[in-house]
């Protein structure tokens, strides 16, 4: 008896011992850096990753590899997918359903765009007369955690560098700094939502970018034939712009001087430089402070946009990525102990294949010219109940219409009107559906159905009345080259996420479906800090190893 009652008060003594190696053995990291690569989409992985040597290549053979992870968005683009990334929540709770927005007084809204008497960007005399910043952001993300979570003993600090400002404050969010590109002046700025002044690090920064300097895009494997060995590599017949590889790209003198060179691998290389300078002005090798970097790059989705996914200038920039990032990653741990580095490599969105190429290779796919179809409609309404320009535009899915003009008409007239246009649109070649979006915030669809991707990027006042869904490679734009990335389906909505953390993180392939949306309240679970607010997923699997943590961290 006097044994048993000996075990019983050392049980807990002993639980203690048992479970206490497994809960403190996670290394909670100081740095980690989140490379956000606009616009790739995971079909460039099992196409190049043969072919890849650098730092993408080792996340991939090291890192936790998720092989189905999706947007869950109907229209995936740069504001929705770095604010969902950010905030683990739709765009019906964030609020940035598109990069643009809420058509009012004739003109689109950005999802950027903040009031100039409090978020005046900032120029190289004073301030530009115009506002960038969360305003239209309307819930807290791990960014804003991170800053929220300071102590005076353990300073945390967020950011998020990008030549895009949407993309940065997106992923900045409220409380996080953003830092972004200023074409006019040729440097990297902020706004008064972020700074009174440019830190003396950025502006030391801004006086060596070398984006001034004439560069030569080479081939990163010139002597590789079978790296660019690819259906419509060299296809430039529905291109926005001439090739640019193995070209002299130089800064212009029009309107947008360094819009060929942030196209560029130069670009790419310049955002990474950027991000070790930040990173060496806010920690130190041996130091407490906590840093959450977002990398935001863009150049693939320029790149995108005008040449396709499967040109030479997109895959040739994907190849330059992976060498530069092993440069990034082999000198940051110079400065950061390996251990105590997380890296993130991840996309807002994907991309659709030219249409036109699409069509010659048997599909179809065509361009329906939303100008043309707000047009047409626009005529047939007018004759029949005398409503002029009801349809004031059509933003990719959106249907933005005259609420005035309808206002005044009975309610089942307007149900009627209503009823003809959805009749309209849908008799276009290319539209599968066309809901209001009433409907659509009513309805009970629930992921992974693509109709939950339309419901869940409805947001009140700032969504379109109409919301189309295209056919799949069929896309909504008035560009007659080029492509997009506006669809609910796979081209669009499947990106790559990989983690990696040296001896914590890594050695795995989940090929259950996951989200992206999940990606905030893993990073909250891995850097110890409280997960956004607004967010209801679970965390990634792969991250939390053992069963019972879930009862001491649920979500």
Known sequence: MKKVTTILHLLPFLCVCIFFPLTAARRIPRLAVIFVFDQFSYEYIPKLARHMRG???????????????????????????????????????????????????????????????????????????????????????????????????????????????RAAICTAGHAGKAIWFDEKA??????????????????????????????????AWPKNR????????????????????????????????????????????????????????????????QLLLWVCIGSLDKIGHDYGPDSLEAIDLIYHLDKQLHRFMKCLQESVPAREIVYVFTADHGVSPIPELVAEDGYPSRRINPVDLANDVNTVIAKKYNIKKLILGIHAQNVYMDMAALSCLSYQKQKMVIHDVKSLLLAQVGIKNVWTAKELLQSCYELPTIESFFRNQVYKGRSGQLIIQPFPYNVITAKECGTCHRTPYERDTHIPIIIYQKGELGKQIIDNKVWGLQLANTLSYIMQIPKPSASVFKILPGVIDREFRDEWYPL
């Open 186 to 219: 040729g440097r990297f700025t902020s706004s008064k939502a972020y700074f009174d002044a440019l830190p003396n690090w950025l502006a030391c920064f801004n006086q060596h970018t070398g984006l001034d300097q004439p560069y030569v895009w080479h081939k």
């Open 226 to 289: 079978c790296a660019y060995n690819f259906k419509h590599i060299n296809n430039y017949d529905y291109a926005k712009a001439c090739p640019l590889v193995d070209t002299i790209i130089t800064k212009s003198c029009g309107k947008n001087p360094y819009d060929l060179m942030l196209k560029t691998p130069r670009a790419n290389q310049v955002l990474l430089n950027l991000a070790m300078t930040c990173i060496n002005a806010h920690m130190t090798r041996y130091g407490s402070e």
């Open 55 to 165: 730092g993408l290549r080792f996340l991939l053979n090291n890192g936790v590899v998720y092989e189905n992870a999706y947007i869950p968005h109907a229209l995936p683009t740069t504001g929705p997918g770095h604010t969902s990334l950010n905030t683990g929540a739709f765009p019906k709770d964030h609020g940035i359903v598109a990069n643009k927005f809420k058509y009012s007084d004739g003109r689109m809204i950005c999802a950027d765009d903040a009031p100039a008497k409090t978020s005046a960007v900032l120029s190289p005399s004073g301030v530009y007369p115009f506002g960038k910043g969360p305003h239209n952001i309307m819930v807290d993300g791990i960014s804003d955690q991170m800053a929220l979570a300071t102590q005076p003993c353990k300073k945390r600090h967020a950011y998020s560098i990008s030549f895009k400002p």
